[in-house]
């Protein structure tokens, strides 16, 4: 965990972990990502939401993305009462279309999960990929 200063100065406390381009890349993040979320003296609340919003965005970079893929957490706002997530990825993979074997209706939710818990959201398109991205407020 590293201090950044956002656009306006203030800082801000920083969690950058690589990613595995594997199935499992989810649970183990997760493990430790809930830990960094504890450290902060997060909300429950926003804990639990951060938690599904970096699931759905990690899943959709494992599955989805070329690797390398990397996750970046912003604990930010006046108060810090907010928190920023990003995935970056390399990019598509040639093949975007859904696994083979698996049915059309256990894929498609996750973007849409990101936009209903977030207060923002959005993809970021750069020359080093795509950073897709998520703003969670505390209640």
């Known amino acids: ?3 950044q200063l956002d656009a306006v100065g203030r800082e801000v406390a920083v969690h950058v972990c690589p990613l595995p ?3 499992e890349a989810v649970s183990v993040v997760r493990r430790r990502v809930r830990t960094v979320l504890a450290d902060w003296n997060l909300a429950p609340d ?3 939401d951060a938690l599904l919003v970096i699931s759905e965005l990690i899943t959709n970079a494992v599955v989805h993305a070329l690797p390398p893929a990397a996750l970046r957490l912003a604990r930010v706002g006046a108060g810090r ?3 920023r997530v990003e995935v970056t990825d390399a990019g598509p993979a040639a093949s975007a279309g859904r696994p083979a074997g698996e049915p059309a209706d256990e894929h498609g939710r996750g973007l849409g999960i990101v936009t209903a ?4 959201c959005g993809t970021r398109i ?7 991205w998520a703003e ?3 209640a």
Do not use: D, K, W
């Open 126 to 132: 750069h020359a080093g990929g795509v950073t897709r």
């Open 81 to 83: 009462n907010a928190l």
């Open 1 to 3: 965990m590293t201090a």
């Open 21 to 23: 381009h594997i199935p």
């Open 136 to 138: 969670l407020l505390a």
């Open 117 to 120: 818990l977030s207060a923002e």
């Open 46 to 48: 926003l804990a639990e």
